[in-house]
């Protein structure tokens, strides 16, 4: 257990639709980031916040967006959704912001858009 | 740019050592890392190098990085049933701005047959 916690843990949804994934980060760990993966294009990085603040910026779609809280957990919207969204989005977690910090990965959420 | 390249699959007899290896891009990347993915679970961190380091041992786990041919190679020795799963590779390369992200390999899926 990484101590990184994500809800819900399965989603199934239509396309149009709005969803929202939530993410709570180790105890201590100021930096969340938000990855999909998916069969055809792998894991990708979507956006990192630090501390409140974006500091990151992946290959995240104009639908998708993401926030942190002061409370420091963390939730990824997606928005209009297709088909091709259906996918696994990871949270993680790490201390500090820099290219040095290890990154702890939560469970998952599984989203299906049908 | 950033690119990790990864062989496939790989089958093992339990017992024997298991090679996985990977190939990345970005000479900036300050840390590599091994994430295993059992099936339906989330990426399990198991070591990291740092760039400036040869190779690191920890306990049945050796990895091993040629900085000059950016080749990073993972070997499980006596590999178990248990360690059947997908292996990813990532690094970690400095962003300017002070952010974080790690770019995966496409991973690599063990099987270990008795």
């Known amino acids: 257990d990484s101590g990184v916690t994500q809800t819900p843990k399965h989603l199934i949804t239509a396309t149009g639709q709005r969803v929202t994934l939530r993410c709570s980060p180790r105890?201590?760990?100021?930096?969340v980031y938000w990855y999909q993966q998916s069969l055809d294009q792998g894991l990708q990085f979507l956006i990192q916040y630090y501390n409140g603040e974006e500091r990151a910026k992946g290959n995240i779609l104009e639908r998708f967006s993401a926030q942190q809280f002061p409370d420091l957990h963390s939730e990824l919207n997606l928005s209009s959704l297709e088909l091709g969204d259906s996918a696994l989005y990871f949270c993680?977690?790490?201390?500090?912001?820099?290219?040095?910090?290890?990154?702890?990965f939560g469970p998952g959420t599984r989203l299906t858009v049908l | 740019g950033e690119d990790v390249e990864q062989s496939l699959f790989l089958s093992v007899r339990e017992g024997d050592s298991s090679v996985i290896n990977c190939t990345y891009t970005d000479s900036s990347s300050t840390y590599l890392y091994w994430y295993k993915q059992e099936p339906g679970a989330g990426l399990q961190l198991l070591t990291y190098?740092?760039?400036?380091?040869d190779m690191k041992q920890d306990q049945r786990l050796t990895v091993l990085l040629n900085k000059k041919d950016k080749h990073l190679s993972l070997r499980i020795a006596d590999t178990q049933t248990g360690d059947s799963a997908i292996y990813f590779c990532?690094?970690?390369?400095?962003?300017?701005?002070?952010?974080?992200?790690?770019?995966f390999g496409t991973g690599t899926q063990l099987k270990v047959e008795l």
């Open positions: 993680a977690s790490s201390t500090r912001s820099g290219g040095t910090d290890t990154q702890y």
């Open positions: 190098i740092f760039s400036n380091m």
């Open positions: 105890s201590g760990d100021l930096s």
């Open positions: 990532a690094e970690s390369p400095i962003l300017t701005g002070g952010g974080n992200k790690l770019t």
